[in-house]
T-cell receptor, first 113, second 109 residues
Framework: DSGVTQTPKHLITATGQRVTLRCSPR?????VYWYQQSLDQGLQFLIQ???????AKGNILERFSAQQFPDLHSELNLSSLELGDSALYFC????????????FGSGTQLSVL | QKEVEQDPGPLSVPEGAIVSLNCTYS??????FMWYRQYSRKGPELLMY????GNKEDGRFTAQVDKSSKYISLFIRDSQPSDSATYLC?????????FGAGTRLTVKP
């Protein structure tokens, strides 16, 4: 168990809908990262937060947004969902946010039908 | 050219074999080198973490970094069926982290 908690584990929804994925980092970790992993692609970095502030942005679509709250948990919001958004979404956390050791959650499997 | 190149495999070996997994990279700014193991549909798990060139050993696993060649390796000795997973290399500096595509390994009993 990495100590990173993601909910829900599975999410099935329809095209055009909006969903929210939730992540609680390891105790003491200030930084949260979101990654997308689909079958034909590796881990794609979406966005990073450190202590409530956005630190880095990767290949995140404009339809997607995220935030980190004062209690350090984070939410990833996906809207106007398309079939191609079906993927595993991982949250990871680290202590300082300087891209050192990342600890990953077990992921949320999103299926868009 | 991708920043991190990793052969996706699949790689199949008999139990007890020595496994060699490799990645090359192009960005000489990378300072930290990691290997993650990912079981099917689970989150990646940090396996090895190294900072400098050279070897680091942890049980049956040895991570090797050659910064001059921009080449990193993971060796698994006495491989077990429980080692069957996808192995992802990763490398970072303070501002950026990159993952390889992952190599799928199967260890057959």
């Amino acid at each position: 168990d990495s100590g990173v908690t993601q909910t829900p584990k599975h999410l099935i929804t329809a095209t055009g809908q909006r969903v929210t994925l939730r992540c609680s980092p390891r105790s003491g970790d200030l930084s949260v990262y979101w990654y997308q992993q689909s079958l034909d692609q590796g881990l794609q970095f979406l966005i990073q937060y450190y202590n409530g502030e956005e630190r880095a942005k990767g290949n995140i679509l404009e339809r997607f947004s995220a935030q980190q709250f004062p209690d350090l948990h984070s939410e990833l919001n996906l809207s106007s969902l398309e079939l191609g958004d079906s993927a595993l979404y991982f949250c990871a956390s680290s202590v300082t946010g300087l891209n050192e050791k990342l600890f990953f959650g077990s992921g949320t499997q999103l299926s868009v039908l | 050219q991708k920043e991190v190149e990793q052969d996706p495999g699949p790689l199949s070996v008999p139990e007890g074999a020595i496994v060699s997994l490799n990645c090359t990279y192009s960005n000489s700014a990378f300072q930290y080198f990691m290997w993650y193991r990912q079981y099917s549909r689970k989150g990646p798990e940090l396996l090895m973490y190294t900072y400098s060139s050279g070897n680091k050993e942890d049980g049956r696993f040895t991570a090797q970094v050659d910064k001059s060649s921009k080449y990193i390796s993971l060796f698994i000795r006495d491989s077990q069926p429980s080692d069957s997973a996808t192995y992802l290399c990763a490398m970072s500096n303070n501002n950026d982290m990159r993952f390889g595509a992952g190599t799928r390994l199967t260890v057959k009993p």
